[in-house]
């Protein structure tokens, strides 16, 4: 009987891999009749269309199109690493390798464009693969045929963008979802198998025109100028500025190894530039007047070798993102004021320090000869470019040091004219040791470092901090906000707010909207550290253990700054208040980390009149920092001399600020289908008069235990504490969504957003005023969003990504 049953379960078997194996081959007939039949008579289409073509140029026809519909997806963070916002990335092509591998237990070796490949050939050495035509055949027809970039784009042509209905089902559009990168040799079959995924992917069509001009410049040879050299503006501004970086003293190349790793990420703009005129700060091989030829280390403090080696200016000419966006401006007045911190004083360097890791990760040794005050006031001077430097980069892609912070806190910094200890050189220099990060290994056991090493030295740190708060005396609140640095009454880096769009991240001038939950203050050791751990530090290309340690020291850099904050509260209320803030995954790393508390029983401020003295301090600090608010709103709005004032008259904006006010009142469950960032659009009867707005939820995770929560580990405690900040400019480098409005609709559009109870009627209210993906006039929406940043921002403003586009 067995015996019978196993012959039987055999035959089964056979069958089953018989019936498998002839839908396999029924699959590839079906992929070859689909190629064979659409695709040869595509290109001949094609090919027509490109011999009736004039020669088609990069910068006033190819580029505006792939910058509008190709970058905005293949721009910062490109899947397969397709970046197409210059020729150096479209001739390097894509590679299958994953630079955001959460997992990685070994370090992945550096793919960044212009830096670890001086060429194609090397970057096909490196495994990246083709997407235009490089065989020995160069005519029209070999163009198209090789080119992987053709190719999709003529997918999408062919199978154009579904219907909203069965959206959904065509597209994953996770931030970590599996790429697919195919090749020339796997192209037909990633055709026959997701007809649907051409480009633009899960965005609508091209225009007819659009196509026409990337298909005849395709089969042209995709032909890209030159990298353009420094306008004639610039030219005598990099002369002088690499005479300055170069200095040959001790203290001048102190001084400049100091300015290149805090300004080594900048997009650097030259006062009164081209606007769109950018240049990076590099370490070359070569002298000023020849050629640069960029060191390629990874971390900007890594050892760039025996020979010498020079500080160079070099022109960044790919389409500029807003999501890596940080501008830096030099300047005669800027330079003026390095010498006024760092030359001037004096102090002497009698040797200079090496470049060993454990040292050279360490600024508190590296610059101890430089005084600590011009260090302090060098960051104040454009302390958001330096908070910018962390939010809008690597490390704030995903969730590795954005799941540390709330959706939305302000930061000020204490005062360096002020007795803080932590802004005493001798103090710095006792506790250089304990102030060692973990940006000086790679291997996975730093992660066990943590425990060894850096909370051991955080720990003696903070004791230290403490002891010295307990002699400080008490202090009435009018005199304790003498120690917030108030910007001299003209700067507004003073104060800044950052908001989290859950995995991304943005930072604006000024305390905007309503009170958080939380503050940091932060100090001249903290704000450097703050730097070295999450940009100078961080290696995007790192292992589990890197990005695991940067991870949880963060955490130890958050606390320190919330607790500044609520050192300005009573004692009889300070510790309820930081225990309220501290539940879910704080709670968690509180009793893995438990730090000294003495300082909670410690009187430090007195004076407050109410019950409430965090909302209190809020008032005092807005009056404390109120001499650069009304800057702070105008630089946010706009970076253009004449304000960017709008002719409308100022009853009908007030009458939109108080139907967005409404909506900014919004909490808890009302706004549970609502994403994280929303651009809105009110138009006007004259275009140019229309109005903008940003919707940025603020989610509560309060209750979130895991690392790495995501936005369905909420409970429903946490959703009741969303709030809705409400801003009158484009804030955030995401927009998950569009809304367009008319003016005429504004009170009802407030009305509509503010009755939201489910994702029905949500789902009304975006088929009323939203613009989806499947949305034919979804790009002209997008290009006039963009437009309108670089209008107000012509410097600042980059492209947004839609990456993270919501379907609808």
């Known amino acids: 009987m067995y015996k019978h049953h196993k012959i039987i379960t055999r035959k089964r078997l056979l069958i089953l891999s018989a019936v498998l194996l002839l839908g396999f081959l029924a699959n590839e007939i079906l992929i070859s009749q ?4 659409d695709i040869p008579a595509s290109i001949e289409s094609d090919l027509a269309i490109a011999a009736r073509s004039e020669p088609v140029t990069w910068e006033d026809q190819v580029k505006p199109i792939l910058e509008r519909r190709c970058v905005v997806c293949h721009g910062y963070d490109a899947p397969c690493q397709l970046k197409l916002s210059s ?4 001739q390097r092509g894509a590679s299958t390798e994953s630079i955001y591998d959460p997992s990685r237990v070994t370090p992945m070796q550096p793919t960044r464009l212009f830096i670890d490949a001086k060429n194609t050939a090397q970057w096909r050495s490196r495994d990246f693969h083709p997407v235009i035509n490089e065989s020995a055949q160069n005519d029209p027809e070999a163009n198209l045929k090789n080119s992987v970039l053709y190719h999709l784009l003529r997918l999408k042509q062919q199978h154009p963008q579904p219907g909203a209905e069965t959206f959904a089902d065509s597209f994953t559009l996770g931030l970590d979802r599996e790429q697919t990168c195919p090749t020339l040799d796997s192209i037909d079959k990633f055709a026959g198998k997701h007809p649907l995924w051409g480009m633009p992917y899960a965005m609508p069509n091209l225009q007819e025109q659009e196509y026409r001009t990337l298909v005849s410049w395709l089969a042209q040879g995709a032909p890209t100028p030159a990298p353009p050299a420094p306008s004639a503006t610039v030219q005598p501004q990099i002369k002088h500025w690499e005479l300055f970086l170069n200095g040959t003293t001790n203290k001048q190349r102190l001084v400049n190894r100091y300015l290149y790793e805090h300004l080594f990420h900048a997009h650097i703009h030259f006062a009164d530039s081209p606007q769109r005129e950018f240049y990076r700060l590099v370490r070359s091989r070569t002298p000023p007047g020849q050629a640069i030829d960029e060191i390629p280390t990874t971390l900007p403090f890594d050892d760039p070798g025996s020979a010498p080696f020079y500080y160079r200016l070099l022109r960044y000419h790919p389409g500029i993102v807003a999501k890596n966006h940080i501008v830096y401006e030099f300047s005669a007045n800027r330079m003026e004021r390095y010498r006024e911190l760092f030359l001037k004083p004096v102090y002497t360097v009698d040797t200079l320090p090496s470049y060993q890791p454990e040292l050279a990760s360490n600024p508190f040794k590296v610059f101890a000869a430089l005084p600590t005050t011009s260090r302090y006031r060098f960051l104040l001077d454009e302390a958001r470019f330096f908070i910018e430097g962390f939010i809008k980069g690597p490390v704030c892609r995903g969730q590795i040091a954005l799941n ?9 910094f204490f005062d360096p004219e002020q007795p803080v200890i932590t802004n005493k050189a001798r103090f710095i220099d006792e506790m250089s040791n304990d102030l060692q990060l973990p940006a000086d290994g790679g291997s996975n056991l730093d992660l066990l470092r943590i425990w060894t090493d850096y909370w051991q030295g955080q720990r003696r740190y903070m004791e230290r901090k403490q002891a010295w708060f307990k002699t400080i005396g008490t202090h009435n609140i009018g005199h304790a906000l003498n120690y917030i640095w108030d910007g001299d009454d003209k700067n507004p880096n003073a104060a800044l707010t950052v908001f989290r769009h859950f995995d991304s991240g943005s930072v604006a001038y000024g305390l905007v909207g309503e009170n958080p939950e939380t503050a940091w203050i932060i100090d001249y050791p903290l704000f450097e550290r703050i730097h070295y751990l999450l940009v100078a530090g961080f290696n995007v290309y790192g292992n589990l253990g ?4 940067t991870r949880i020291y963060m955490d130890f850099l958050r606390m320190e700054g919330e607790d500044y904050f609520l050192a300005f509260l009573p004692v009889s209320q300070r510790k309820a208040i930081r225990d309220a803030w501290y539940v879910g995954q704080r709670e968690s790393v509180e009793k893995l980390f438990s730090a000294p508390q003495e300082w909670l ?18 008032k005092y600090l807005k009056i404390r920092l109120a001499g650069t608010a009304q800057q702070a709103r105008n630089l946010n709005r706009c970076n253009r001399a004449d304000n960017c004032k709008n002719a409308l008259p100022a009853t009908t904006e007030a009458r939109v600020d108080k139907a967005m006010n409404a909506i900014a009142r919004l909490q808890g469950e009302n706004l549970h289908t609502f994403p994280d960032v929303a651009f809105v659009r009110v138009r006007t009867d004259t275009p140019e008069q229309d109005l903008i707005y940003t919707l940025i939820r603020n989610k509560a995770y309060k209750n979130v235990t895991s690392f790495l929560a995501d936005e369905h580990e909420r409970d429903r405690t946490d959703i009741k504490q969303d709030t809705m900040t409400v801003v ?3 804030e955030g480098s995401y927009p998950n969504f569009f809304l367009s409005v008319a003016l005429s609709e504004i009170d009802e559009f407030s009305q509509r957003c503010a009755n939201i109870r489910s994702h029905e009627d949500y789902a009304a209210f975006v088929e009323r005023y939203g613009v989806s993906r499947t949305d034919p006039a979804f790009w002209e929406q997008a290009d006039w969003f963009q437009d309108e940043f670089l209008h107000n921002k012509p410097v600042q403003s980059g492209l947004f990504d839609l990456n993270r586009y919501q379907a609808h």
């Open 601 to 618: 029983n410690t009187e430090a401020v007195n004076g407050y009149r109410t019950d409430d003295p965090q909302k209190e301090l809020y």
């Open 728 to 730: 009158n400019w484009l």
């Open 546 to 549: 890197h990005r695991m340690s």
């Open 404 to 412: 540390v912070i709330e959706d939305q806190f302000w930061v000020m």
């Open 87 to 90: 020729p150096e990335g479209l």
């Open 34 to 37: 689909f190629v064979m039949k």
